[in-house]
């Protein structure tokens, strides 16, 4: 049976009263709180799972985290995938394109690659008030793993970037030949700490008389390499090649729409620009089949059986953004 008591707010003394109570009542629950708080530390402190986020790589069973191998497997792949590319930006892309999800089954983003990355739970350590302590659980990461990882993110961005750059193979490398049918080749020189790229001739490399030269034996990497990009902005524009590419995606079910891959076909350039150097050289690969030099200029030839492939990989990032 419950007892009740009313108070009169319109006199001082019933006032008086009930804001004690008041008082009363919010202490409690402050003591309740510090109680909980001071029992999670405490837990967090011993390495006791409390509960929360459940990171990629384990399940909780009787309120503690056990591996899961076969997540535990993807994540060690992407810490060492992490150490093979310096690049997270990079290795979100390729994630992404390969359909990798998290444990929610959203597919990854760069934020969530670091997340994981910096993640101390999985180098088996427990976390509380950005202090770690060891924890109940199993590590998935070793720590030579763990530190060779670190090592790369405690540089910068911009350094991580430039090691990618410096990486990629030149865009044009086994496609561009001079006018003679020799391959050039790509070469590079420092001068005051600033790298020069050039594609010069197999026949000036090994000395080969050539008779009359009358076009370029020497070319400038950048300059080359953006003249064809634009040769193949403008190929890709034109009618007979938008018509090839439709049928092509017809052929193949017609997953993506023809607004679509005629829009990704105007669109090149800024398709183009959100690619990482690698991933470009790669695209350059599908897309060109041989690149001349003649004394009147440039000769794309390009390879059309490639082009719908190509579009449909462009358009399938902002595909998957969209969907989330």
């Keep these: 049976m419950k007892s009740s008591a009313s108070f009169n707010t319109t006199t001082s003394m019933g006032r008086l009263t009930l804001n004690i109570l008041l008082s009363f009542a919010q202490f409690e629950r402050e003591v309740i709180g510090e109680r909980i708080r001071d029992k999670v530390a405490a837990s967090r402190k011993r390495?006791?799972?409390?509960?929360?986020?459940?990171?990629?790589?384990?399940?909780?069973?009787?309120?503690?985290l056990v591996v899961n191998e076969a997540e535990a497997a993807a994540v060690r792949g992407i810490f060492q995938r992490f150490t093979d590319l310096g690049s997270a930006t990079v290795l979100a892309r390729e994630l992404r394109r390969?359909?990798?999800?998290?444990?929610?089954?959203?597919?990854?983003?760069?934020?969530?690659l670091y997340r994981l990355l910096n993640n101390p739970v999985y180098r088996g350590e427990a976390m509380h008030k950005g202090?770690?302590?060891?924890?109940?659980?199993?590590?998935?990461?070793?720590?030579?793993?763990?530190?060779?990882?670190?090592?790369?993110?405690?540089?910068?961005?911009?350094?991580?970037?430039?090691?990618?750059?410096?990486q990629t193979p030149?865009?044009?490398?086994?496609?561009?030949?001079?006018?003679?049918?020799?391959?050039?080749?790509?070469?590079?020189?420092?001068?005051?700490?600033k790298l020069y790229r050039y594609y010069v001739s197999m026949d000036v490399i090994r000395n080969r008389e050539t008779?009359?030269?009358?076009?370029?034996?020497?070319?400038?990497a950048g300059i080359v390499e953006d003249a064809v990009v634009t040769e193949v902005r403008r190929i890709l524009q034109t009618p007979d090649v938008i018509t090839h590419v439709l049928a092509a995606l017809k052929r193949d079910g017609g997953v993506t729409s023809e607004t679509d891959a005629i829009a990704a076909l105007h669109e090149f350039t800024a398709l183009w620009s959100q690619l990482f150097?690698?991933?470009?050289?790669?695209?350059?690969?599908?897309?060109?089949?041989r690149v001349t030099v003649t004394a009147a200029g440039l000769e794309v030839d390009i390879r059309r059986e490639g082009v719908a492939g190509v579009?449909?990989?462009?358009?399938?990032?902002?595909?998957?953004?969209?969907?989330e």
């Excluded at 030149?170 to 700490?193: D, H, R, V, Y």
């Excluded at 449909?312 to 969907?323: K, L, Q, S, V």
């Design 131 to 166: 202090k770690a302590y060891p924890g109940e659980h199993d590590a998935i990461i070793d720590p030579d793993l763990w530190d060779r990882v670190h090592a790369i993110l405690q540089e910068s961005p911009r350094k991580r970037a430039s090691n990618s750059r410096a």
């Design 311 to 323: 579009i449909r990989e462009m358009i399938a990032p902002r595909d998957m953004e969209a969907a």
């Design 47 to 64: 390495g006791i799972w409390m509960g929360g986020y459940v990171p990629l790589g384990y399940d909780v069973q009787d309120r503690k």
């Design 170 to 193: 030149a865009l044009l490398k086994g496609l561009i030949f001079g006018e003679s049918g020799a391959a050039m080749t790509p070469t590079s020189t420092k001068k005051g700490g």
């Design 211 to 220: 008779g009359k030269e009358t076009a370029p034996m020497r070319l400038a």
């Design 98 to 112: 390969e359909g990798f999800r998290n444990k929610q089954g959203t597919l990854i983003d760069k934020g969530y």
């Design 277 to 289: 150097p690698a991933e470009q050289a790669r695209i350059i690969q599908l897309l060109v089949r």
